[in-house]
């Protein structure tokens, strides 16, 4: 962990920044800052938002005032350490129907890795990401690292509509789009998993440090599991 | 509660944005799940303060005006914020104090002649179905509002409130003229100077405090860009982190853009510092084409003047 730094977010919240790059071993450290904070801020606490590198802590200014909160995260960040329960926890698998009809960058992918399509859904498959935020929209998260190989810059032109389901990758990142919204990713397959739900306690199916897996599985498989078989056009390839 | 004991005000018309909101939603965020409410909260919560309500009871934000709503019962009602030329059927309803709407009355909002919110109160607050602890109407996220699904209001629709309350309300009561804002005047936006400020450079900070910024027609819930001369920072962009209410966000344009309460939430610009609540309060009332300047101030100067608006309701 390089020096951590705190920087000002207005009236109620501290930004504190941790890391410098993206990387996997940050997972446990803003796994652990967040739960002390939880405890040393206690009813003063009124949101977190971690992120790659950072923790937004939002606070409440009526029962802390600026340098009290200061000093809290001070006091927290002298003798932090990494919450490595993280690491052990168990990998969330999901499941992903690779298929050009509802994956129609699958093809692109294969052409820009030098891969074939067995490889390509292999090499996808067989890493185990972690979670390094959530955003963009509710129950979306940004997951990586994804192989060098597999990396393809975002659509020239966002899709006004990516269905619910669709995994997709951008960049060294990979993920999932929990609900239909429009988006640039490159879309490789789909899942049936329930990414986002207002009847699940926690909401969202993954978290901020899990780790994730996904499994290659068929059309009948997919269909058995609830999914979405429309297909989707594909999109404008990116000239950057 | 028993359908005797519930009110109703009944959307004839529903003009182009009309939404529940409450102070927002809160402990949400790690999820993805954006802040949401009122947008003014100055309005919002002098407007819920004229009805004796709590501070953060639902109110509607009717955007622009053009909402035409008809009383099932009759009620006591506050209005604040914006000047939406509003009538109760063809009387003319100045902002900023209670009122009583009868049973069939017309409660009608026009176009707007100063700001652009406006926030009706009812005793109690409107109900609904809390959506993680908050009734705020978040449409993108289909989350919040009357129905619970994030969608404003649409015609023949009703919004509810609790009859027992009216009692509670206060019978005549306004907000003192020095607390009710003239949105036609030039906005003056208290900004707490941010993390990257020294990373613009000098030319771009004169600029961004010593020149006017004209609100953009892409101005909304999630946020507001602001034209005028480009800023210009050493760090282009940064890896995504969390964005608080009120940051002023520069991408490599330099046109800055205010994030209010829909934004996303986490975002990957250097940013200039971060609005004050009361001045994102204040730019929320801005129409496209105004001027506003951005006037730095201390953190410790900002957090007091939030404390006691904030203490003045509680």
């Not at chain 2, 936006?189 to 613009?200: M, N, V």
Request: glycine residues 10%; aromatic residues 8%.
């Amino acid at each position: 962990m390089s020096l951590p730094r705190l920087e000002n977010a207005g009236v109620d919240a501290w930004l504190v920044r941790l890391f410098d790059a993206i990387d996997e071993a940050n997972m446990p450290w803003l796994t652990a800052l967040s739960r002390r904070c939880e405890q040393a801020f206690g009813e003063a606490l009124i949101d977190l938002v971690p992120s790659y590198t950072t923790l937004l802590v939002h606070y409440d200014p009526l029962r802390l005032d600026a340098g009290n909160a200061r000093f809290l995260l001070t006091d927290i960040l002298a003798n932090l350490q990494p919450d490595n329960d993280a690491i052990d926890s168990e990998v969330k698998e999901l499941p992903v129907w690779y298929d050009d009809s509802v994956g129609p960058e699958l093809s692109r992918l294969e052409r820009a890795s030098g891969l074939d399509r067995a490889a390509v859904i292999q090499t996808h498959g067989e890493h185990e990401y972690c979670v390094f935020a959530l955003g963009f929209a509710p129950g979306f998260v940004f997951m990586g690292s994804l192989d060098k190989r597999l990396e393809l810059p975002r659509l020239k032109t966002p899709r006004q509509r990516v269905p619910a389901g669709s995994v997709a990758v951008a960049g060294r990142q990979t993920s999932a789009y929990p609900r239909v919204s429009p988006g640039g990713w490159n879309l490789i397959g789909r899942t049936p998993a329930v990414l986002f739900d207002r009847n699940r306690e926690g909401f969202s199916l993954l978290r901020v440090g899990d780790r994730v897996r996904f499994k290659a599985i068929d059309r009948q498989e997919f269909e058995r599991l609830g999914g979405d078989t429309t297909p989707v056009s594909s999109g404008e390839e990116s000239q950057s | 509660m028993s359908s005797a004991t519930l009110g109703a005000l009944r959307v004839e018309k529903a003009g182009p944005l009309a939404t529940l909101q409450d102070v927002g939603r809160f402990g949400s965020r790690r999820l993805g799940m954006t802040q949401g409410g009122a947008a003014d909260l100055h309005a919002f919560a002098w407007t819920n303060h004229l009805i004796g309500n709590r501070w953060d009871a639902a109110a509607l934000e009717v955007v622009l005006g053009g909402l035409t709503l008809v009383a099932e019962q009759d009620t006591r009602l506050a209005l604040g914020g914006a000047d939406l030329q509003a009538r109760v059927d063809d009387r003319p309803l100045t902002p900023w104090q209670a009122f009583t709407l009868s049973k069939g009355e017309q409660l009608v909002f026009g176009s707007p002649t100063s700001g652009v919110r406006a926030y009706l109160a009812v005793p109690g607050g409107f109900q609904g179905e809390p959506v993680l602890g908050s009734l705020s109407c978040v449409v993108r996220e289909g989350l919040g509002g009357h129905d619970g699904q994030g969608r404003a209001l649409a015609e023949n629709e009703r919004l509810t409130f609790s009859l027992t309350e009216q009692s509670r309300a206060e019978k005549t009561r306004a907000v003192p003229v020095d607390q009710r804002l003239d949105y036609r005047q030039p906005a003056i936006l208290p900004l707490i100077p941010g993390a990257q400020i020294a990373d613009f450079t000098g030319g771009s900070l004169f600029r961004a405090f010593n020149h006017a910024w004209q609100v953009d027609t892409r101005a909304d819930r999630m946020g507001v860009r602001l034209t005028g001369p480009a800023l210009r920072c050493r760090h282009q962009r940064m890896i995504s982190e969390g964005i608080a209410l009120g940051a002023v966000q520069v991408p490599p344009d330099g046109q800055p853009i205010v994030l209010l309460n829909d934004r996303q939430t986490i975002g990957g610009y250097p940013r200039l510092g971060t609005l004050t609540p009361l001045a994102c309060a204040r730019l929320a009332q801005c129409q496209p084409g105004e001027k506003v300047y951005f006037a730095a101030t201390a953190l410790t100067q900002a957090q007091e003047a939030y404390r006691l608006f904030r203490q003045a309701f509680s």
